[in-house]
């Protein structure tokens, strides 16, 4: 089929609220030399889209601007020093400036990896950032080991519901925290010990955790120091602020958030995890590209249970 010369998008020109988000219809983006054009068929929702769109990210996004970062596609073309994907390739990974809200989008080839065969472009697009985050986080980062304790705030967000089962193959005890609800959700996952961070915090955890994945940051993160045991590290994935003092009496270390680059080598080993089953994805919600806004107001909940997804096609 002929490649047509303008494409269905997403784009907004001002930053604001997810009114400013429009269809439009643009140009197919061309490739440069090191790219791949993918046609979209899903792209995994993070929370910087909507922090990015907000302005609450400032205002380094040229404008306008084309939300989406995390894509799975079929490979439609290739830039002429691209020599380990071709035309008709089943594909997931992060593009190098978001566009992905859209129907056709260019990545550069060493941020994509063949799509894990036994699960569709839905999941396949909600894996990117937030597999990567948390393996990064666990094992370059923590370096989390077998038979040691890690605690995850957040477990049942993006983040986080990957985490849980990257610790657990590990081979590491998980306590994961969460409202009530999703309680079973966390069971079902595999961890070791549920908390209701709404009432219980910090109960019955004493100071028995070996590391902290912080996924929800903020300024009420102080209690995950008290679980902490001396020598203990904790890592948030976004902003938060923790009682340095505290932390330093208590023998314990904060990381500095990081942001891990998505590889090919990354993205093919969490594929290999999926394909060998380690690794489930947990959808949340699936909306159609012309209702991103409302993929964009389900993010900003932080309610999300699992991944958030927009299907293009
Ligand atoms: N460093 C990196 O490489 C990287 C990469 C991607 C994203 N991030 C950042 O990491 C953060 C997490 O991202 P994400 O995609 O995992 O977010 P997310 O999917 O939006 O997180 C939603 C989850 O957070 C839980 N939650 C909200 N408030 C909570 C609280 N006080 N205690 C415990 N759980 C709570 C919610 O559970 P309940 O409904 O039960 O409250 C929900 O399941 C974001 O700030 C994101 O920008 C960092």
């Not at 439009?24 to 090191?34: C, G, I, Q, Y």
């Not at 601007?65 to 691209?82: A, H, K, L, Q």
């Not at 998505?262 to 699936?286: H, R, W, Y």
């Not at 012309?290 to 991944?307: P, V």
């Amino acid at each position: 089929m002929e490649l047509p010369r303008t494409m269905k998008a997403i784009r907004f020109h001002n930053h604001g609220g997810p009114e400013v988000l429009r269809l439009e219809e643009l140009p197919v983006p061309k490739t440069s030399e090191r790219e791949v054009l993918v046609r979209v068929h899903a792209v995994g929702v993070n929370p910087g889209d909507w922090q990015i769109r907000s302005g609450f990210a400032g205002d380094r996004f040229e404008l306008p601007y084309i939300p989406g970062w995390d894509v799975s596609g079929v490979v439609e073309s290739v830039g002429d020093s691209v020599i380990n994907l071709r035309p008709g390739d089943k594909v997931f990974g992060m593009t190098a400036n978001s566009g992905g809200c859209a129907e056709y989008v260019t990545v550069p080839f060493d941020q994509l990896a063949l799509k894990p065969r036994s699960i569709d472009f839905i999941e396949a697009s909600a894996l990117p950032q937030s597999g990567v985050a948390a393996w990064h986080s666990l094992f370059e980062q923590g370096k989390l080991e077998a038979g040691q304790t890690l605690l995850i705030n957040g477990a049942a967000g993006g983040i986080g519901h990957i985490a849980v089962q990257l610790a657990r193959w590990k081979g590491a005890s998980v306590i994961g925290t969460a409202s009530p609800h999703k309680e079973s959700f966390l069971h079902e996952l595999g961890v070791d010990a549920f908390v209701d961070y709404t009432t219980d915090l910090p109960a019955g955890i004493g100071r028995s955790v070996d590391i902290v994945l912080d996924t929800v940051g903020g300024d009420k993160g102080d209690w995950l120091l008290d679980t902490l045991k001396p020598g203990g590290c904790l890592i948030p994935t976004a902003w938060g602020r923790y009682a340095s003092e505290k932390a330093t009496k208590a023998s314990i270390t904060v990381q500095e958030v990081q942001f891990a680059p998505v590889t090919t080598s990354n993205l093919a080993e969490l594929a290999q995890l999926v394909n060998n089953g380690k690794i489930k994805i947990a959808i949340d919600s699936v909306f159609p590209l012309e209702e991103t806004a409302k993929a964009h107001i389900r993010s900003e909940s932080r309610r999300a249970r699992g991944k958030i997804v927009i299907q293009v096609q």
